[in-house]
């Protein structure tokens, strides 16, 4: 037992309530309550947590406040120093960003015929993608279908979300698990089928989430990361993009990449370019704890932005609603949704439930801030964090002593290094900030409005609507990737590209200046800043 003795007397509570929740049955909410327990405790609908975009095409829209203030900065690059007569490079395709929709979009384009190159801040795989623990979702399962994962996931985003992105999401899911199964991703199977076998996630009417135990993500990157290096396809590592290039007819012409190594800028010239860099986690919204990687911050998002992309819905953030928050070392630590679709329950402090851990993100996240802040049933920690169980030892209770064990080898192994049992034990868990539900705005092949310019996986908007239901995110990565690249490779031989120019961030830094902005800070961020008294910043609960 890892668990001082102020939180014991806690878990008391929890194990002595467990053979009534076991049979324990909570209703789901309905609309009227559902409406009431976001405006009242989800992070969104907070005071103050956005504000009004002052520059650019979305001008006089709301955004998460933290993600304006990089809209609001000049920009690292200064046009009249960087040379665009000498290119670095020149290909068909610039991939930015090598997680799974990066990855996913080089293999189709370069399978397609076009010359390839990626384009990522860190290493290749280094993203969301290779931290995603639950798994991809398609409608492979017998009663399910495109339909049924389609109207599921419009009334998981509330009926925000805009239609032809999911229906292409439903319908082109099912072919990438294929894909991935031909390349080798070894999905958790039915013992009795040919197919992988789908788990129930909150917010779905059926089994759809494929998953490689709590590894998914990681899996399936090590499959992508060796089919690229197979394919010989360029790479440029510690290499972010901090402005794209247009021409003088307005299409997207490659981007400005600085190399980390030697702090200098690279003009890549590209006939297509695709935005895939992930979210904006380590901004730390409102400052919440954030399951994202290490170099999840905004940059693509920022980048399009001053080319002249829309973006939508940048004002929707998603809270998952079980992020670590005991110990301290890791905080934000996601756990798996799946946990709590095969039997882990929520509980407060006196060993209460207070929500079906079915229900959709947006809500389950909300219940655990009212049970925490609004009705004050949190467990607290030596250091002041406060948060809730998750009563993991249920899944071997319903599944059989064993199952947590091989369902969920690396949350164990990260969990025992601090003496804590997650198959005997309950969790300490608390939202995190997760996923941005807005992003650049798209059509079904990831094309933007500026000709020549893709966006695929989270730094794209509109999927998803105002909240995302559980595996969808890698679906939207590996299908919209996918499309991307397969519309590449039916286009780029026809591109004829004009003069370079960077025309387009004079025009930004001028109207900036008008505005008297942009001089407090430079973006695209890059890389979080945890020095000195910033790495001890309060959690915001």
Not at 326 to 337: C, K, N, S
């Amino acid at each position: 037992m890892a668990y001082p003795e102020s939180m014991q007397e806690s878990i008391k509570k929890l194990e002595a309530t467990r053979e009534f929740r076991i049979s324990q049955k909570i209703p789901l909410l309905s609309l009227d309550e559902k409406n009431q327990l976001l405006r009242e405790y989800h992070p969104d609908y907070r005071p103050g947590a956005h504000r009004e975009i002052h520059i650019g095409v979305n001008k006089g829209e709301k955004a998460a406040s933290e993600f304006v203030d990089l809209l609001e900065s000049a920009g690292m690059v200064d046009p009249a120093r960087v040379s665009l007569d000498n290119c670095y490079l020149s290909v068909d395709a610039l991939v930015i960003g090598a997680g799974g929709a990066g990855l996913t979009a080089a293999l189709f384009a370069h399978d397609a015929g076009a010359k390839v190159a990626v384009a990522t801040k860190l290493r290749v795989g280094d993203s969301n993608t290779i931290m995603a623990e639950g798994g991809v979702n398609a409608a492979i399962s017998p009663g399910d279908s495109p339909s049924i994962h389609y109207l599921d996931t419009m009334g998981g985003g509330n009926f925000t979300n805009i239609p032809e992105l999911v229906r292409a999401l439903a319908l082109d899911s099912p072919h990438c698990i294929k894909w991935l199964e031909d390349l080798g991703v070894p999905f958790d199977r039915d013992p009795d089928s040919d197919l992988p076998n789908p788990l129930l996630a909150g917010g779905h009417s059926r089994p759809r989430v494929c998953s490689v135990g709590d590894y998914t993500g990681m899996s399936i990157i090590h499959v992508l990361r060796a089919e690229v290096e197979r394919r010989d396809i360029r790479v440029l590592e510690f290499s972010p993009a901090v402005e794209l290039l247009l021409d003088d007819k307005g299409q997207c012409a490659g981007a400005v990449l600085l190399d980390l190594d030697t702090n200098s800028f690279r003009v890549i010239q590209a006939k297509t370019t695709v935005i895939a860099t992930g979210g904006i986690g380590r901004l730390h919204i409102q400052n919440f704890p954030t399951t994202n990687h290490y170099g999840a911050t905004a940059d693509g998002l920022v980048i399009a932005y001053r080319a002249g992309a829309r973006l939508g819905y940048m004002d929707s953030i998603q809270f998952h609603p079980t992020g670590t928050a005991y110990p301290d070392q890791l905080i934000g630590l996601l756990v798996t949704e799946v946990s709590r679709s095969r039997g882990a329950q929520l509980v407060d402090v006196d060993g209460q439930r207070y929500i079906n851990e079915l229900q959709t993100r947006d809500m389950v996240a909300a219940a655990n801030v009212r049970q925490v802040i609004g009705r004050g049933k949190g467990i607290t920690t030596p250091t002041g964090m406060q948060g809730v169980w998750l009563d993991t030892p249920l899944i071997d209770v319903f599944h059989g002593e064993g199952t947590v064990k091989k369902s969920y080898p690396h949350l164990y192994h990260r969990f025992k290094q601090y003496n804590i049992d997650f198959a005997a034990e309950p969790i300490l868990i608390y939202p995190a900030q997760h996923y941005q539900n807005g992003g650049v705005i798209t059509d079904d092949f990831g094309r933007t409005q500026i000709p020549g310019l893709y966006v695929a996986g989270e730094a794209a908007g509109g999927v998803h609507g105002r909240n995302r239901l559980g595996g969808n995110s890698l679906s939207d990565l590996f299908v919209f990737g996918r499309r991307a690249g397969l519309d590449i490779g039916a286009k780029f031989r026809d591109i004829q590209l004009g003069r370079l120019t960077l025309s387009h961030v004079d025009g930004y830094t001028r109207e900036l200046d008008e505005l008297g902005l942009g001089r407090q800070a430079t973006s695209p961020m890059l890389l979080p800043d945890y020095r000195f008294e910033k790495s001890f910043r309060k959690v915001q609960q």
